[in-house]
């Protein structure tokens, strides 16, 4: 072998800089810093943002990655926000130790419904997910002594975060608080997707039997991936009844998952930025709509949607891709010349 093909053989070493493997993660802080910049008195609005961009990462990872096909993302959802609740009520009142709480609420729930749910696919599966998010519905409905009922868990107060910021829903604490985490669980997601783990959940997707045949434990890996979108749809729970100081049952409701279906169809389901990019479209649409026909807005978001679904398959994380593609194309015309 002579030196030219040693070199050929051997890959040269990436000299991508390290912040550009976080060029998302730093745009996503850019973007929540100029929204807080723009938009000062939008908090409330901002803030819910963060908490379903990271409800949206969560069904990302379970149904874009590894196909997993669920109507009942709610259920761990909401469960974060009750084991938040109940934290603050009765154990502590720090937001940390609540917010990690609620994720390991969230991911319980998943590992014990999982368990189950998992042995089926399809239409049966999705059936079974929102059987299971509407059982829970209806024992937070029955045990009002515990959650509150129709009234909701109320009347718990958060520490200052880290025992200095005070926390509101209208305040700098929450919208801050809800961004680093924001930041924080897509950095994690992003990680865990580009590694074997998350590779396999996609081959998994494309075609279970193959990965099966070559060895694979399909039911458990896709178990374990569902654990870990309940973790983060618990942390997404958690932080909602954190900065609004409420568990009620809307959040365990039917509407509550087709909602954040809706919304990583509109960003792109194959993608983490699509979901992101998913929940801030449609949340925009959904507060300027309501504002102009509080009773007709559901029309304005359909019409979008089927637009978005004609026009562009692949989302509205697709028109990224296209200009990206399109302002490629003069510097390789002009290299061909």
């Known amino acids: 072998m002579n030196t030219v093909t040693a070199s050929r053989a051997v890959p040269a070493p990436s000299r991508a800089r390290p912040w550009m493997q976080l060029r998302g993660e730093l745009v996503l802080l850019l973007v929540g810093l100029l929204a807080f910049v723009l938009f000062p008195h939008d908090l409330g609005l901002l803030t819910n943002m963060a908490t379903m961009s990271i409800f949206a990462l969560s069904l990302s990872l379970v149904l874009g990655q590894a196909g997993i096909a669920t109507l009942g993302q709610a259920a761990l959802y909401g469960s974060g926000a009750y084991v938040a609740g109940w934290t603050a009520l009765y154990l502590t009142a ?34 079974l997910t929102i059987a299971v998010a509407q059982l829970l519905l209806e024992l937070a409905n029955w045990a009002r002594w515990l959650t509150g009922g129709d009234d909701g868990l109320a009347g718990f107060n958060i520490a200052p975060l880290f025992g200095i910021w005070e926390f509101s829903f209208l305040s700098y604490t929450g919208y801050f608080y809800a961004l680093g985490a924001l930041v924080l669980v897509y950095f994690l997601l992003r990680n865990l997707v580009e590694s074997p783990f998350g590779l396999t959940a996609k081959a998994i997707r494309q075609d279970p039997g193959r990965v099966q045949a070559l060895g694979g434990r399909v039911y458990l890996h896709l178990l374990a991936v569902y654990t870990v979108g309940g973790i983060v749809a618990g942390l997404a729970g958690a932080l909602t009844a954190q900065t609004s100081k409420v568990a009620n049952l809307f959040m365990l409701d039917f509407s509550t998952s087709a909602g954040v279906v809706v919304m990583i169809v509109l960003g792109g389901t194959r993608r983490l930025s699509g979901a992101v990019l998913g929940t801030v479209a449609y949340m925009t ?26 026009v562009l398959p692949e989302g509205l994380i697709g028109l990224f891709d296209r200009a990206v593609a399109y302002a490629r194309q003069p510097r390789r015309s002009g290299v061909a010349r």
């Open 94 to 127: 720090d937001p940390i130790a609540g917010l990690l709480l609620g994720g390991l609420g969230g991911g319980v729930i998943a590992v014990l419904s999982g368990a189950v749910m998992l042995r089926s696919t399809k239409l049966t599966l999705v059936m």
């Open 285 to 310: 649409i959904h507060h300027i709509a309501s504002t102009l026909n509080p009773y007709h807005w559901l029309f304005i978001i359909g019409s979008m949607l089927i637009v978005v679904l004609i």
